[in-house]
């Protein structure tokens, strides 16, 4: 509590801050069927005051059915007013390839035509694998039925196509032998698909993002298999080879500062594509281009970090889709002797299944060995994170009038 009133203050009297906020588990709390998802309307007035101070960095989409930007109009009960009251949230989608302003006009600068095609092609690619996996796992099941399974899992989004394994994971109730059928059978569907696009043409342009896993070997993400405590991994996204937070950072970090300044410290073209790969090129990217007193404090909220305990070795497995982007941004501040915040929410009060700190705290999240540290942790959600963000909104709008 102390240390939380001591960041607010802080945040609220400092002279440049910028805010990259994750979005599911962070400001809506998780469902097992993302059509359900709801804002807070208050929420959405508490990101416009804080103006261009904030952003978000999703693996979600900002357009389309499934979009964020239907959840907005839906929460505020009208299509129209959201683009003309400027009420999108701004930042960026698709885990990096999506920009929006808040006017919800759409860019996604470093896709070629050819990917984009390939993408659109991909839930019909899925679709009659899925009917075979499905038919193998659950032989009982009628056709109906497995359409029925069909359409809650196979999420068609226009540059992020998923497969999600929560409709499915419902019939097998606690039987996590069966969830972990399930999740290897789709991992190795879904890398077929990117071998096809490789004999394609398309060779360097996708890779999978498996949503909760357990960190990267060999360029590849670790699926989290299901335990009898830990429901593992969910969900299993297609995505655009380069398309991780880490870069959106690097993407919302050069947008902010040509807001503020008029120059964009790393060029006016820069996107995920021509970002550095590694955690050190980015860290130097940065020192070369951005000058100290244009470096804002950045406060990074997320809710999908994991550390899992290597059997019979001393060693950590850590990933979560949050991790990387969160550690950057600590890492950002150290090297530029900012003291950058973390904020960690606890989504697990969710209908997802997740490792809850009420009730085992950061097993499963973090561990005493791991670098990334928490400097504010909400154990109670979403609801609690919107109404510490919604307070802080109100207290800095106030301080920058001033
Ligand atoms: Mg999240």
Known sequence: MASNLKVQKQLIHSKNILFIQDIDGVCIPLVKDPMTRKLESKYIYAVKEFAEEFFVLTCGEHEGPRGVNRIIERSLGCTTEPKKKELYLRGLAAC?????????????EGVSEKELDFLSKVPSLIRPKFNLIVKNIF???????????????????????????????????????????????????????????????????????????????????????????????????????GAVKDSGVLFL??????????????????????SPKSVREKIDLCKRSIHKSDMPLIIGVGDTVTSKK??????????????????????????????????????????????SIKKTG?????????????????????KEYISWFIELAKKRSNFKKK
């Open 139 to 241: 032989p009982e099941l009628d056709q109906e039925n497995i359409n029925f399974h069909a359409a809650k899992s196979i999420c068609q989004t226009r540059f992020s196509p998923t497969i999600n394994f929560n409709s499915l994971f419902e019939l097998v109730k606690k039987d996590s032998d069966k969830r972990k059928h399930i999740q290897i059978s789709f991992e190795k569907m879904m890398n077929e698909i990117i071998y096809k696009a490789e004999n394609e043409g398309l060779k360097n342009s996708f890779f999978l993002h498996i949503s909760p896993n357990l960190g990267n070997e060999n360029d590849r993400e670790i699926i989290k298999l299901s335990t009898k405590t830990d429901i593992g991994s969910t969900d299993i996204q297609l995505l655009i080879k």
């Open 96 to 108: 990096g390839v999506e920009y929006q302003d808040n006017d919800g006009e759409i860019s996604f």
């Open 362 to 382: 950061l097993i499963g999240i973090s561990d005493i060995y791991d670098k990334l540290k928490f400097d504010i942790v909400f154990k109670n959600g979403p």
């Open 253 to 274: 970090l050069n947008k902010f500062i040509e807001i503020k300044t008029g120059k964009a410290p790393f060029g006016s073209n820069f996107n995920f594509r021509n």
């Open 310 to 355: 290597n059997n019979g070795q001393k060693s950590y497995l850590r990933g979560g889709s949050d991790r990387s982007f969160l550690e950057f941004i600590q890492l950002l501040g150290n090297e530029f002797g900012i003291n950058n915040k973390i904020i960690f929410v606890d989504s697990s009060s969710g209908e997802v299944e997740r490792p």
